[in-house]
């Protein structure tokens, strides 16, 4: 989409200064993202993000939008009871001119103010960056404690309860079009396929589920998504700044957020690394991580919750293989795919299956950690 046409749809809402610079970003898998630069009045400039939302994916923008503004809202709120800082504690959405205060979407757009001075990271070498990134999941778990969790909607339904995501994968796994379209990626997949499909793999996918449902571990307010490149970190001093990308916020367990965070922090090799010798569950990391996120949640977490951590981290590990597995026999229908990566989302799911295997391996070593950190 050209400069001028996004620069029109910015105007769509209350923005300091005029847009002079429009740049897209590159992260995500889902929405769209442009930041726009604006010259203000005093010769400075006021950053924004303009994303697109990929309502395919979010059909239910409004309610979406709502558990947006809920949640915000109690996190600015609960800081000034406290007489703490607002600042940078959690995503501002921009509103639009039409004079309604509550509307912050049009169409599919919205628009929020850029955090100043922050960086993401897709991947790190650095230790205690990790420790702040799971500070920034601990944090955003106890700003939110308290949050009435059933309050808010459920935007995917069924996002991170990993039988449902097992029964997608029968779904893609037995559909007679993929069977007869996409034979070699069947074949292709194999190997993936044989190992998430092992019985002794799938009885342990709903061990989490059943104990939220059973009430043995408490329904939280979880970001679902909380992988490094969705943290924003201080460009000086690389201290944790914020969760961003809040639009798969939900009921939840505690173990999803900590599981997604080491997911992309136990290794230094991205998400769709294709030389598996580069893929390294790196217990240090993974101690590094839970440093961070203990000392947040402390007050907070029960002693099933912690029991349960190590199990998130290889839940949602092969709750994403069985997602880009599903996706490739469905022929790329969901995450975006990069052309230039023959089969991009066999890809992924190969990283991630080195990954289960490493862990599984180490399981032992994992929940030796939480008994080192834990209480
Ligand atoms: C998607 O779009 P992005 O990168 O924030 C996905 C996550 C996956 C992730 C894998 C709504 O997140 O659940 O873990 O890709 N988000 C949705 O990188 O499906
Ligand atoms: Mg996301």
């Keep these: 989409m050209n400069k001028e046409k996004l620069i029109s749809i910015a105007k769509n809402f209350k923005i300091e200064g005029e847009p002079i610079k429009v740049e897209k970003c590159n992260s995500g898998h889902i929405n769209r993202t442009y930041s726009i630069t604006c ?30 503004k809920k949640i915000t809202k109690y996190m600015n709120k609960k800081a000034e009871e406290k007489g703490k800082s607002t600042d940078r504690l959690t ?22 103010e850029f955090i100043d001075n922050t960086k993401t990271y897709l991947t790190t070498e650095n230790l205690g960056i990790l420790t702040e990134a799971g ?31 097992v029964d997608q994968l029968r779904e893609a796994l037995s559909s007679k079009a993929n069977l ?67 639009d798969t916020v939900m009921p939840g367990a505690l173990a999803y957020d ?68 599903a996706d490739y026999l469905n022929g790329d229908v969901y995450f975006a795919v990069d052309e230039n990566i023959e089969n991009h989302n066999l890809v992924r799911a190969k990283a991630q299956l080195e990954l289960l295997k490493q862990m599984e391996e180490k399981e032992d070593e994992m929940k030796g950690v939480i008994k080192k950190y834990g209480f």
């Design 91 to 112: 995503i501002t959405m921009i509103e639009t001119i039409n004079g309604d205060p509550h509307d912050i979407y049009n169409k599919n757009w919205r628009m929020e």
């Design 180 to 246: 007869e379209n996409r034979k070699e990626r069947f074949k292709l997949a194999k190997e993936v396929i044989d190992f998430v499909t092992d019985e002794k793999r799938l009885s342990k996918t709903s061990i989490i589920t059943d104990k939220l449902k059973n009430k043995q571990i408490p329904l939280r307010v979880t970001h679902n998504d909380t992988k490094l490149s969705n943290i924003l970190f201080d460009k000086d001093t690389d201290k944790a700044v914020c969760l961003i990308d809040l």
């Design 258 to 325: 900590f599981g997604e965070g080491l997911r992309t922090g136990i290794t230094t090799a991205k998400e769709d690394e294709q030389d598996l010798s580069k893929i390294k569950v790196d217990i240090n990391r993974y101690e590094a991580y839970v440093k961070g996120f203990l000392d947040e949640v402390k007050d907070i977490i029960t002693k099933e919750e912690l029991e349960s951590l190590p199990l998130g981290v290889w839940m949602m590990t092969y709750e994403n293989t069985i997602r880009f597995l």
């Design 135 to 165: 500070r920034a999941a601990g944090k955003f778990q106890k700003n939110l404690d308290g949050f009435p969790a059933e309050e808010l909607y459920e935007i995917i339904p069924k996002f991170h309860y990993t039988p449902n995501r």
């Design 39 to 68: 010259k203000t009045n005093d010769e400075g400039n006021k950053k924004y993000i303009l994303q697109y939302v990929n309502t395919k994916v979010f059909p239910n923008l409004p309610e979406l939008m709502t558990n947006i």
